[in-house]
């Protein structure tokens, strides 16, 4: 009888590892697609002092900024929309979290539509009922009728909104850039969320970065850019992404946003007109990635 049950509880373990096994098989290589080209824009004469050899040392002033009454608060998470599988009540719990922190413009990755994963829910349809933002979805890959995506919500008005892919194979990655109007403000969000597997995709991600500094160093506005980069602050590709881009880092210090990693991989970023307040990981929700919020006012003062 005992050998009965060790080989029944061994029958449960072998089939629970090679659902895990299919599921990393189907996101590697049911995924792949060709290789993503990324074409430079110009720089926007707007942002140019930013990208020139002393950017961050100037701070030109804004352009019909309105006066700040209180801090923008911006979140990224990545809400692991998959685990909608195992969880049912895993994008009500999300939602929670952002209704919690009360943010007014949120980047979230990993966001499903209509696939298996979400038990063929709408989680980006539910969030924004949920918190009463609305906001723009934007498709990384297609899943049948389903899609797999980022996506920004926010209580400010989205003007326009578009997709770039970015370079790699693999699962797709893309990022999001967005025109916003908020308190009387216009700023270009962005959005994105680079290739995973650490280490071994360190030159995916480089690619990917690159695609996107040249897409920031193009903005019209000034620039915020919410993503799991996948890499810590002292990987080569985001100390890259540092010295290339026209922005700064939101809290550089913070502690682990994902915690079975144990590493920071989230991340806000903004021009070097901002004036960054206060960073902070808040411990809280569902997802294998705890969000990152910051607060910043339109102009930084010198």
Not at 52 to 63: E, K, L, T
Not at 117 to 125: C, I, T, Y
Not at 146 to 167: D, W
Not at 189 to 217: E, G, M, P
Request: positive net charge.
């Amino acid at each position: 009888m005992e050998n009965v049950t060790i080989r029944s509880k061994s029958a449960i373990f072998i089939g629970v590892l090679s659902l895990f096994a299919l599921f990393w098989i189907y996101q590697v290589f049911a995924a792949r697609r060709a290789t993503v080209t990324c074409d430079p824009r110009p720089v926007a004469p707007a942002i140019a002092w930013v990208t020139s050899a002393n950017h961050g040392r100037s701070f030109p002033p804004r352009i019909n900024f309105p006066v700040q009454e209180r801090p923008l608060v911006v979140m990224t998470y990545n809400i692991a929309g998959h685990d909608e599988l195992v969880r049912s009540d895993h994008i009500a719990r999300i939602a929670a979290v952002i209704n919690q922190v009360r943010p007014d413009i949120v980047g979230l990755q990993e966001v499903h539509r209509w696939t298996w994963q979400s038990r063929f829910h709408d989680q980006f349809a539910e969030l924004e009922r949920r918190t009463g933002m609305h906001g723009f979805f934007g498709r990384s890959l297609q899943k049948g009728r389903g899609e797999f995506g980022n996506a920004i919500l926010t209580r400010g008005e989205i003007v326009s909104a578009v997709v770039y892919p970015l370079a790699g194979s693999g699962e797709p990655r893309t990022l999001i850039e967005s025109v916003l109007r908020i308190d009387g403000a216009t700023i270009n969000f962005y959005v994105t969320h680079l290739a995973a597997w650490d280490r071994f995709n360190s030159s995916a991600r480089r690619k990917q970065i690159d695609c996107v500094v040249r897409q920031l160093r193009g903005s019209s506005y000034p620039i915020l850019l919410t993503g799991d980069f996948n890499a810590s602050p002292r990987a080569a590709e985001v100390m890259a992404f540092e010295r290339e881009s026209p922005t700064q880092i939101c809290g550089l210090n913070l502690p682990i946003t994902n915690p079975m990693l144990r590493k920071r991989i989230d991340y806000v970023w903004a021009d070097y007109g901002w004036e960054v307040l206060k960073t902070q990981v808040p411990r809280v929700g569902p997802s294998d990635h705890w969000p990152v919020v910051t607060e910043l006012m339109w102009a930084r003062k010198e």
